[in-house]
């Protein structure tokens, strides 16, 4: 798990799965990205149909600021803040 500010790209492993976070996603697409087994619809982010949470490994994403826990429920204040860290690291001109 790593950042790279030059292509401004977060990484992480959520509930198993490596995830990739690039510049210029909304905010509603870093949520369904990072909780993915919450997303419905089908692709990348939503095909966690029938994924039970597992809260037996920490799940953590890594920003230029540090390592986060990612929570398992995106509508907590901890995860809006996540996701708005996020959105800044990710687009840091707007």
């Given at each position: 798990?790593?950042?790279d500010a030059n292509s401004a790209r977060?990484?992480?492993?959520?509930q198993g799965r490596d995830i990739?976070?690039?510049g210029g996603l909304s905010k509603d697409e870093i949520r369904s990205?990072?909780?993915w087994w919450r997303a419905s619809g089908s692709g990348a982010a939503g095909d966690g149909?029938?994924?039970?949470?597992?809260d037996s490994q920490a799940d953590v994403i890594a920003t230029l600021g540090g390592y986060y826990r990612v929570g398992g429920d995106p509508r907590t204040h901890e995860a809006e803040e996540l996701v708005e860290l996020v959105y800044t690291?990710?687009?840091?001109?707007?």
């Open positions: 798990m790593a950042t977060i990484t992480g492993k959520v990739t976070l690039e990205r990072v909780w149909d029938g994924h039970e949470y597992d690291e990710l687009n840091p001109s707007d």
